[in-house]
């Protein structure tokens, strides 16, 4: 489930952009009267404080550190819960996607790319065309080959 939504790599943007954000902070609070974000591990703590909405009993003092502070609020929780949510709903509807469904847009997709493609690919694609209607063609005969065998062997 997790290699097919986006919940990695929005950790690990989570991640960085969290310690990038906790050293702005940091660095913007830094000398600051009366503040307690007074080294790097007070401001990643902070950090995670702050988009966790547990609640935040120490503020930035300096209004840089404040719009900092904000930003990271905001973008943090976006791809915390985003995470969540992308990672829960493609849990969830996975399997209402049926292969052939994936197949049948895929091919949609590429035949909208037709114009891009060179006389060498096209030809390699009307080749797998074609074996794809013998394919099927194939199939139809074993199905009939089939019914008539049971429609055989009914009857005997």
Do not use: C
């Not at 902070?25 to 000398?31: D, P």
């Not at 997709?109 to 074609?130: A, G, I, M, P």
Request: aromatic share 10%; proline share 3%.
């Amino acid at each position: 489930m997790v290699q097919h939504t986006p919940v990695l790599q929005l950790a690990f943007l989570l991640v960085v952009l969290w310690m990038l954000f906790a050293a702005a902070l940091y660095w913007a609070e830094r000398g600051a009267d009366g503040t307690t974000i007074d080294s790097y591990g007070r401001a990643l703590y902070w950090g995670i404080a702050a988009f966790s909405t547990a609640g935040i009993a120490n503020m930035p003092v300096n209004g840089i550190s404040e719009v900092i502070g904000a930003v990271w609020i905001v973008l943090g929780s976006m791809l915390f819960f985003g995470a969540i949510v992308a990672t829960v709903t493609t849990y969830f509807m996975r399997p209402m996607q049926r292969p052939s469904k994936r197949i049948i847009e895929t091919i949609e997709y590429n035949l909208e790319q037709l114009d891009d493609l060179s006389v060498d690919d096209l030809e390699l694609l009307r080749h797998t065309t074609d074996s794809l209607i013998k394919h099927v063609e194939n199939l139809k005969n074993r199905q009939l080959q089939l019914a008539k065998k049971q429609a055989d062997g009914e009857t005997d």
